[in-house]
């Protein structure tokens, strides 16, 4: 069930809490973030799921968080954390716009993995076992499949640095191909994403793939809020007031502050 969220709604995403390529050492480091929000919605990949009690308990310190400045802290699940919350997309303003971490887009969640293989193989059993025509059904495929991998011990990039992974990413050299279609192919994916679930969507928000940006395709705008992974960066989506803004988010003294409008819409 879709929750009645507080405004101004604030959306983050990719956080990776514990991973060692996170620039988030510190939950506090997100303070300004959450400072006069009513609701803060975590997009997936909050934490690094290595249990889902671990999972819970990280997820408590971001929770704890948002409660000292105010605001109330929503999860929705991602494929590293797919046991942080059982609510895999959030609709706001009205159904106009839809908040999910963004895995369900891609046939084998995670293209550029490896372990994708394992992702989209695990996604086709459950598929074959129970129909995924609703938007519902679609989203407990995905999360199932994370699940079932995570306990399985594939999570071959948590731990590692920013530097080990770019260059996992570029071997064999196929995988960096897989990258740049996913990025390309977002506009898209979101779009039909938006279509498939109907009610009226005219805004999709994500994450996922790290790579922050705007499109704008068959009528709809499909917003990726970025990471707090180095070199990319991210942004917040802030739904208020009728309408969604999209703001950079800047790193000043170890924290993450609100910083230049790059978008606004009436919604």
């Known amino acids: 069930m879709n929750p009645e969220l507080r405004e101004p709604v604030r959306i983050v995403s990719d956080v990776h809490w514990r991973h060692s390529a996170s620039l988030v050492r510190r939950a506090d480091q997100l303070a300004p973030l959450a400072?006069?929000?009513?609701?803060?919605?975590?997009?997936?990949?909050?934490?690094?799921?290595?249990?889902?009690?671990?999972?819970?308990?990280d997820a408590g310190r971001f929770r704890e968080?948002?409660?000292?400045?105010?605001?109330?802290?929503?999860?929705?699940?991602?494929?590293?954390?797919?046991?942080?919350s059982d609510r895999g997309w959030l609709e706001l303003a009205g159904g106009c716009v839809l908040a999910t971490h963004g895995d369900v887009l891609f046939p084998e969640i995670a293209s550029w993995k490896r372990g994708?293989?394992?992702?989209?193989?695990?996604?086709?059993?459950?598929?074959?076992?129970?129909?995924?025509?609703?938007?519902d059904d679609l989203l407990?495929?995905?999360?199932?499949?994370?699940?079932?991998?995570?306990?399985?011990?594939?999570?071959?990039?948590?731990?590692?640095?920013?530097?080990?992974?770019?260059?996992?990413?570029?071997?064999?050299?196929?995988?960096?191909?897989?990258?740049?279609?996913?990025?390309?192919?977002?506009?898209?994916?979101?779009?039909s994403l938006a279509a498939h679930r109907g009610n009226g969507?005219?805004?999709?928000?994500?994450?996922?793939?790290?790579?922050?940006g705007v499109w704008h395709r068959n009528g709809c705008v499909v917003i990726n809020t970025g990471s707090f992974f180095p070199v990319m960066g991210g942004s917040v989506?802030?739904?208020?007031?009728?309408?969604?803004?999209?703001?950079?988010?800047?790193?000043r003294r170890n924290a993450f502050h609100l910083a230049q409008l790059r978008g606004r819409w009436e919604v």
């Open 140 to 191: 407990r495929s995905v999360r199932e499949a994370c699940v079932r991998v995570i306990r399985e011990g594939r999570c071959p990039e948590v731990g590692i640095g920013f530097a080990r992974i770019l260059a996992r990413h570029g071997w064999p050299p196929v995988r960096p191909l897989r990258v740049l279609r996913c990025w390309a192919e977002t506009g898209l994916r979101g779009a």
């Open 116 to 135: 994708r293989s394992e992702l989209h193989a695990a996604c086709e059993r459950l598929s074959r076992n129970e129909s995924t025509e609703s938007f």
């Open 65 to 84: 968080l948002c409660r000292k400045a105010g605001a109330e802290a929503v999860f929705v699940s991602g494929n590293h954390d797919p046991e942080v």
């Open 201 to 212: 969507v005219r805004f999709v928000v994500m994450g996922h793939t790290h790579y922050p």
């Open 35 to 57: 400072e006069g929000a009513g609701t803060v919605v975590f997009n997936g990949d909050t934490v690094e799921q290595q249990g889902r009690a671990r999972a819970l308990e």
């Open 237 to 251: 989506v802030e739904v208020d007031k009728g309408f969604l803004n999209v703001r950079r988010v800047v790193r």
